[in-house]
DNA sequence: GCAGTGTTTAGAATAGTTCTAAACTTCTTG
DNA sequence: CAAGAAGTTTAGAACTATTCTAAACACTGC
C-alpha cells in the first residue's frame, strides 16, 4: 500500500478541478509512480492504451489546468514540444539533448552566486538551470 | 568608423555561406549595432521595412544556417517560438515574462556550485540559466 | 559569358496546440 | 432522486510557427 493514499477525485476536487473519468484516468497516469516529464502526445498514447480512452483536445485541457491549479510545472527546454513536469517543487534538469530525455536534480545542493540584480522594475519569478548533455 | 571593419560577404564567406543579396541583408541587421534577440517573424518585419525586402523562408533559412555555422545561438524560453540570438559567447539571460523579453548578463560572475554529475555516458555540453522575471 | 551549383521564393505542407459548438457528465437543490 | 444549471468532453476545424517543394534565379570559377 501506497504511503499517502491517492484519492484522485479529492485531490482533483482540492485543485478546484471535478473529478471527471477522464481528468482522474489521467491524474493516476501522472500521479501514481515516481515523477515524471510528459508530452501531450506521449500523455495520449498512454491513455489511449488504457481502459478509459480520452480525446487528446482533453489531455491538452487537462495538461493545462492541472498547470493553473499547480499540480503540474510546464517546462521549455527545445523547440516545437512542451513538457509537463509533476514534480512542482524547487528542482532543475538535464536534458539529454539527442532523445529529448529530461531528468530532475534537486536544487538545495546547486548554489547560484554573483547573479545581478533583476531589470528596474521587475521581479525574479523563478531561476531555470538547464544543463543540456550529449552521449 | 567602427573598431571592426564589418565586411558582411567576408564574414558569411568565412563561415562557408555564399554572400547573397538576402543573407548580406539579414547580418547587417543582425550584427550591425549591440546584440540583439530576433525572432523569425520579427526579423522579417524589420527587413521587409529595408531597400532588399527577403521571404520569411529565407529568414529561417538564413537563421538556421548561421545558427548552424555557429554565427548565432538558439535560445528556447517560451512555448511556440524561438529567439535567435547574436551573442554567441557564455552568458545568461533575464526572460520577462509578460513582454516575452530576452536580456543578457555575463556569465564570468556568476558562480554555479554543487551540479550534480551528468547522467551515465553523457557530457555537459552547455548549461544554461534562464532567471523568470515578472514586473 | 557559361556552366554548375547553391540560393531564393511562393505556396503547400506539417506539427503542435487551441478553438468551436454540440453532446454529455457532474453537481446542486428541492 | 429528478431536474436544471453549470462544467466537461469531443471531433474536427482552425491557427501558429516552422519546414518543405520545386521552379526561377544568382553567385562562382573558369
Ligand atoms: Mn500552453
Ligand atoms: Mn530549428
Ligand atoms: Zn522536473
Ligand atoms: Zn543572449
Known amino acids: ?27 493516476r497516469l501522472l500521479f501514481e509512480g515516481g515523477p515524471r516529464h510528459v ?13 478509459m480512452p480520452v480525446s487528446l483536445a482533453t489531455v491538452y ?14 517546462v521549455v527546454v527545445a523547440p516545437g514540444r512542451s513538457y509537463f513536469d509533476t514534480n512542482t517543487g524547487h528542482h532543475h534538469h538535464f536534458f539529454i539533448e539527442p532523445d529529448g530525455e529530461l531528468h530532475d536534480f534537486p536544487s538545495d545542493k546547486v548554489t547560484i552566486a554573483g547573479l545581478p540584480t533583476p531589470p528596474k522594475g521587475t521581479r525574479v519569478a523563478r531561476v531555470d538551470v538547464i544543463v543540456r548533455v550529449r552521449r
Chains 1, 2 share one sequence.
Open 1 to 27: 500500500m501506497p504511503a499517502t493514499s491517492p484519492d484522485f477525485p479529492a485531490r482533483l476536487r482540492a485543485a478546484g478541478l471535478r473529478p471527471t473519468r477522464q481528468r482522474v484516468a489521467l491524474a
Open 39 to 51: 508530452t501531450a502526445e506521449g500523455l495520449h498514447v498512454e491513455v489511449k492504451a488504457s481502459r
Open 61 to 74: 485541457n487537462a495538461l493545462n489546468q492541472f498547470r493553473d491549479a499547480g499540480l503540474l510545472r510546464e
